[in-house]
Structures are given as C-alpha cells and as structure tokens.
C-alpha cells in the first residue's frame, strides 16, 4: 500500500482575476455542477477558488498534475452533510485506477482572502518514491 497526498494553497483574489480576465476559464475549469453550486452561493469566490485549490491538490496527488488529464476530469460535489467529494473522470480517473486509487478523501478551506486544501489517498501501486527506511527507490 501507498499513502498519496497533495495540497494546494492560493488567493481568491487570483481567481477572482483570472474568471474576470478571461469569461471562459470557468467553463474551462469547472463543471455544470460546480458552476451551479458557486452561483448557489452569496460570496462566491472562495468557493471557487477553495474547489480550484481541490483540483491543484488531486492533480498533485495523481503526481501529474493537470497536464496529463482536462480539469473537468476531477470533479468536486458534496455528500448529504457537505462534506466535499472527489469524482474522478476520463484521464484523472485512468491514473487512479493505475494508482490502485479507490478513493480521495479531500478538505477544503477558505477566508475571505485564501482557499487551501488537502487531499488524500491510499493506493496498491508503489511509484518512484524513495523509501526513507532503506533510503533505496521503491
């Protein structure tokens, strides 16, 4: 077994920019869901950017980043108490499965000014990482 990680961290205003500079970098990012959720919202670019970060944090943990897959292959819901849910598509999702990646447990924050979050995962393939306890590649 093998313990995946990524986290992310960035400024709301970033995205808040980048969404006013460029009209189809939502479209270009997120999904029908994920848009209909932020507009659900009275404040919402921390949520934007909050699930912008969850997707840097997947991508990271894939140990790909977003080069290998389109963004809208990693798709960010809620279950029934709104906790954040990670659904996985095309690419992003053919990667897990190589991974031996079941499931993502993911954490989202935000204030007013920065979004972070975490991102975790067990999976049944070993990688390139280097294995601290014989200090050899694994």
Known sequence: MEL???TDIIEV????????KNSKFLEKVFTTKEVEYFNSKKSKWPHIAGFFSAKESVAKLLGTGVREFKWQDVEI????????VVVLKGE???????????KIKL???????????????IGGEKSDSIDVSTNEGS
């Not at 819901?77 to 954040?84: F, I, R, T, V, Y």
């Not at 992003?92 to 079941?102: D, E, F, Y």
């Not at 954490?107 to 995962?121: C, D, G, L, N, Q």
């Open 4 to 6: 995946f990680v990524g």
């Open 13 to 20: 205003e970033r995205i808040k920019t980048a969404c006013e």
């Open 77 to 84: 819901l809620h279950n029934k108490l709104g906790a954040p």
């Open 92 to 102: 992003a999702q053919n990667i897990a499965l190589k991974k031996g990646i079941k």
């Open 107 to 121: 954490s989202i924050s935000h204030t007013r000014f920065y979004a972070m979050s975490f991102a975790v995962a």
